[in-house]
């Protein structure tokens, strides 16, 4: 037998597919990727093609074996993370979709969604509070997967009945790839983890095990749900008749935000990453039992290492953050590249007083408020473009310290490092002002595919390619840390000014105005 050198994590993403064979030392060996294609039937909808998205996994597998050369033999085991909350359901007898996956992004149920918040036993407060929350941790929300399920079943005649049969089964998208890498109808196995079952508002977050209360309100037959597995564990094993063309264990599950937060090694409480794309992404490791935000963030399951206690995380996200790059790029036209952010904002020396909240849509954690919109505050006759492109990568940053702020109260364990990944951290500007505006250390690792890498450690721990957390391989170095250099005084002083700008957006649009602007 060859020597077994690598992992193979699979990237399931919602705009694209990857496959990433990774070393020993934790460095990635070969990849390859492939897109696949949106679909939005209607305004707020957005469906993708299940068979699709497996064809264009079984692709990327044969295509990153074949650019390094690896036999499918020395592959100790193979990781999956993915787009969360993603809904696919399909005949067991045959392997096909009865309907297009129902993306993470859909609003489809959005009516349903008003409905279920005036249910008496099911409202919710200004911050999410409530009956769903205490069970699942998230909100009533079209996000997660338990509506769209519903959906399906609800408008596909006689799926409910087949489903209650055990001839249709559901799956985010893990649990799709791993049913059909082992074989799919030829005896796949029906699995998720708990980081993505924590994600269909289904799960009760505190037993780990599908709750009945959730399961019976939305009317879903329990004989169509996966099992929910720890995220490191042994499922099954690749089909010799797959794309690996061997039989390698399956050993690892984790939903993409919570792979991340294992791939940046948040091992300990209190640890956290966030990650930088057109929105932002944070968890922060809360320890063994979940903590329930007082501030409208949510309770997630992190990751599950075999027998081990399940970790939990704090999670928010901002809708726009590297988007308001986007818009000084394609609305105001003052940068030509994302890029260039940088060069023009280190022309100056401080944004000039200027503040720009991009609450485009309402701000979200922590203030949860559908009355704001977008905002430039401070403007004087000696404001140049420079300061106002400063002023856009500060309110990333200054996003991000309302988020650390809240989840530090929540979870009484002060943040200490933000490990970071994404797009836009390729911007040392942008990183180097989050430490100031945190007060904190900023760490970005050499290697930015961090989702892929926490895959591939939840599937090397569990065949004991790596022997445990402490021990796995950091990636080879060239990680760099950021550190505050600014007073406390000044840091506080800029806070400030941020929290007075955010009050200058609240309150713009009223009720009826909402929908139109
Ligand atoms: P996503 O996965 O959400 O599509 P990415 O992780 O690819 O996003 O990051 C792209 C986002 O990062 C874009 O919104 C872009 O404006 C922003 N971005 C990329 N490079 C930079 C940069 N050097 N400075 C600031 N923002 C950047």
Request: hydrophobic share 40%; net charge negative.
């Amino acid at each position: 037998m060859p020597e077994k050198r690598y992992v193979a994590a699979i990237d399931q993403g919602t705009t694209s597919s990857r496959c990433i064979i990774w070393d020993r030392g934790g460095l990635p060996v070969c990849s390859d990727q492939r897109e696949h294609a949106q679909i939005f039937p209607k305004p707020g909808w957005v469906e993708h093609d299940a068979a699709e998205i497996w064809s264009s996994v079984r692709e990327v597998i044969k295509g990153a074996l074949a650019a390094g050369g690896v036999s499918p033999d020395e592959i100790a085991a193979v990781g999956v993370t993915n787009q969360r909350e993603t809904v696919v359901i399909w005949d067991r007898a045959t392997g096909k979709p009865i309907h297009n996956a129902i993306v993470w992004q859909c609003m489809r149920t959005q009516d349903f969604c008003g409905e279920w918040l005036k249910t008496p036993g099911w409202e919710q407060d200004r911050l999410g509070r409530g009956r769903v929350k205490d069970i699942t941790g998230l909100l009533i929300n079209p996000y997660f997967s338990g509506t769209k399920i519903k959906w399906i079943l609800d408008s596909t005649p006689g799926a409910r009945e087949r489903a209650s049969r055990g001839e249709l089964l559901f799956g985010n998208i893990d649990s799709w790839l791993i049913w059909n890498l082992t074989g799919g109808p030829n005896g796949g196995v029906h699995v998720t983890d708990v980081s993505n079952a924590s994600r269909t508002l289904l799960m009760d977050i505190k037993t780990l095990e599908w709750s009945g209360e959730m399961t019976r309100f939305l009317d879903i037959p329990r004989a169509m749900l996966p099992r929910i597995m720890p995220s490191s564990a042994v499922y099954g094993n690749t089909s010799p008749d797959g794309p690996f063309g061997a039989e390698i264990p399956i050993a690892g599950d984790l939903g993409d935000q919570q792979a991340a937060l294992f791939g940046q090694s948040c091992f300990g409480r209190g640890e956290a990453k966030n990650t930088y794309g057109t929105g932002c992404f944070m968890l922060m490791n809360v320890g063994d039992s979940p903590v329930f935000s007082g501030s409208g963030l949510l309770s997630t399951a992190a990751y599950k290492l075999g027998n081990e206690k399940c970790v939990y995380a704090l999670e928010g996200s901002v809708a726009i953050a590297g988007a308001a790059i986007q818009w000084l790029r394609d609305n105001l036209r003052i940068v030509d590249e994302s890029q260039d952010s940088e060069y023009l904002a280190n022309k100056v020396d401080d944004s000039g007083g200027v503040y720009f909240v991009p609450a485009f849509s309402g701000l979200y954690a922590p203030y949860w408020d559908t009355s704001a919109r977008g905002a430039i505050v401070g403007l004087t006759r000696y404001i140049r473009k420079e300061h106002i492109v400063r002023a856009t990568l500060e309110s990333i940053c200054y996003e991000t310290r309302d988020m650390v702020e809240a989840m530090n109260a929540d979870s009484g364990a002060p943040l200490s490092v933000l490990k970071v990944d994404g797009g836009a951290v390729k911007n040392s500007l942008l990183m180097q002002m989050q430490s100031d505006i945190l007060g904190a250390r900023v760490a970005r690792p050499a290697v930015n595919e961090t989702t892929a890498l926490g895959a591939a450690y939840a599937a090397g721990l569990s065949v004991g390619f790596w022997e445990s957390p402490a021990k796995l391989p950091s990636g080879g170095g060239g990680d760099v840390t950021f550190s505050p250099g600014i007073s406390d005084e000044k840091r506080e002083e800029g806070y400030r000014g941020w929290k007075k700008a955010i009050e200058k957006s609240r309150g713009w649009v009223n009720d009826e105005e909402r929908g139109a602007h």
